[in-house]
């Protein structure tokens, strides 16, 4: 698999998130209460907004501009208006930097 | 569907429905799904605002349901003699004007920690309010999208030039209750408005039929218990309050957005804060910080006073009073009768960010 370097893992705090640009597409990483890491596109897929804003709870994603959520593990819609599925890819992290296989 | 309040409306070149030329014009000044401007705040204090729990909505709802079963017991052991009224007035504020906060908040789904504490008051006060708890998700959804902007937003309330025998007519509650059956016995019959058809997804569609069926049953049952009792009883206690107890909502909550500015990309400029009493923003689930909210819908309502202390330096001042809100409104909606492109500029005070102005 090919992994892209995406961010330190100490970029994002604990029960929090960052988007982040590549190759002119925006991903956001997430960083659970738990010490899980995981990645998913960085745009609701309800009206395109920025999740970088938005509120994590254990492991959902909730959009800051209407509320929608999203399973981050496998980018399932989990509340109104959000019905199409965020898009999700496997991370791993090798001394300190989050590793994303952008091409799953 | 027919707009059976069309014959009342003052005849206005401004198009505000979802489906004309209005719908393009805003697409094409990049008005629809635009980035709005919002203060900026610190990501820990958000993150504080932003946080969930239980405790406040579960403690407000408690107080709301309790103050509904009191008021209505007693308006039932009244019954018949002039004390009831005063208990009925009581009634129906806290039912057709407190259920609309309570249907805003949990449609926003930050009430409650627990979603599906949001979701079972959502549907009841949906319920309360005559809405399609479908429909109505997603007419809200679209008003925080592209809020007062002409063309997109389906809950524009004061159009321009103002409605203002409508406004009187709905104060009175003499419109809620035709206006909302008719949509729902739409709905019921499996039809959506050409509006609503613009922004509910066609997946939704059958859910908000059912919605409509069970809310047409439940009260055609009243209008049966009605007949059956030949008395107005039970519509005293479901139904009517939407229309009798309406005025409340539309005293506290039309200075939202009355006379302000179309077509911006900043809720500093289209909506309005205005400083209220406890027992008010209690009715009224905070919603008087309405820039606020609309700034940063993930903030629950029990946290718009601190949040309003967090983002105020960079607002326009609010007003200090309902008092205040109208005399600010009121004389601008007359001057928008024979100017409808006039608006209220609200001043930014020294120092703030600015952005889009109209």
Known sequence: MNWTDLCASDDIEADDLITLEHDGHLYAV????SGEYFCSDGRCTHEQVDLGDGLLMDHLI???KHNGRFDIRDGSPKGAPVCVALR???VRIEIGRVLVNLAS | MIDILAPLRFSSDRDYSLHGPARETAIEAGLASADWYRTPVDRKVMKELMKRSDGPALRDTAIWVALLLLTGALGVALWGSWWAVPVFAV??????????????EMGHGTAFKTRWMNDVVY??????M???SVVWRWSHSRHHTDTIIVGRDPEISMMRPPQLILLVLKTLGITAIPSEIAKLIGHARGKLSEDEADYVPQTEWPRAFLVARIHVAIYAAVVLACLIAWSLLPAMLIGLPRAYGVWFLIVVGLPQHAGLAEDVLDHRLNARTVLMSAPVRFI?????????HHMFPMVPYHALPRLH?????????PCPSLFAAWREILPALLRQLRDPDYFIVKTLPHGANQQARP
């Not at chain 1, 997430?30 to 209460?33: E, I, S």
């Not at chain 2, 009224?284 to 606020?292: L, T």
């Not at chain 2, 202390?309 to 001042?317: F, M």
């Open chain 2, 91 to 104: 009634y129906g504020v806290l039912y057709g004007s407190a259920a609309d906060s309570r249907w805003h």
């Open chain 2, 130 to 132: 005559m809405r399609n």
């Open chain 2, 123 to 128: 549907e009841f006060a949906s319920f309360l």
């Open chain 1, 30 to 33: 997430y960083h659970t209460d």
């Open chain 2, 309 to 317: 202390e967090v983002v105020r330096h960079d607002c326009p001042d």
């Open chain 1, 88 to 90: 999700t890819y496997p």
């Open chain 2, 284 to 292: 009224y689930s905070n919603m008087n910080y309405h820039v606020e």
């Open chain 1, 62 to 64: 909730e959009c800051p």
